[in-house]
């Protein structure tokens, strides 16, 4: 069973920054790709950064030239670079990972709240 363990938020001022961590429960190389999600009230989860197995990286429309994604395969981890830091990046954010075998299994942290207020 593949545990993902997020850590690194907390509350923070408009214009701070912060470091998300997620660490798997084994190789992350089995991984096609991770990623980070995050989902505030009352809307959809969406897509903040994902990284592949070869180290491409994409991210969203709202967090481009603010978050870098980048991975540690010695460590199993996947991290998120936040600068920039706006009230609307207010949210819980999620780790993913995706691994495919004879079919899609998609894999989900337990979530870490990021708060950005003054």
């Known amino acids: 069973q593949v545990q993902l363990v997020e850590s690194g938020g907390g509350l923070v001022q408009p214009g701070g920054s912060l470091r998300l961590s997620c660490v798997a429960s084994?190789?992350?190389?089995?991984?096609?790709?991770m990623g980070w999600f995050r989902q505030a009230p009352g809307r959809q989860r969406e897509l903040v950064a994902g990284?592949?197995?070869?180290?491409?990286?994409n991210y969203g429309d709202s967090v481009k030239g603010r978050f870098t994604i980048s991975r540690d395969n010695a460590k199993n981890a996947v991290y998120l670079q936040m600068n920039g830091l706006k009230p609307e990046d207010t949210a819980v954010y999620y780790c993913?990972?995706?691994?495919?075998?004879?079919?899609?299994?998609?894999?989900w942290g337990q979530g870490t709240q990021v708060t950005v207020s003054s």
């Open positions: 993913n990972a995706l691994e495919e075998t004879s079919a899609l299994h998609t894999f």
């Open positions: 990284i592949t197995r070869g180290g491409r990286v």
């Open positions: 084994g190789n992350i190389f089995r991984f096609n790709a």
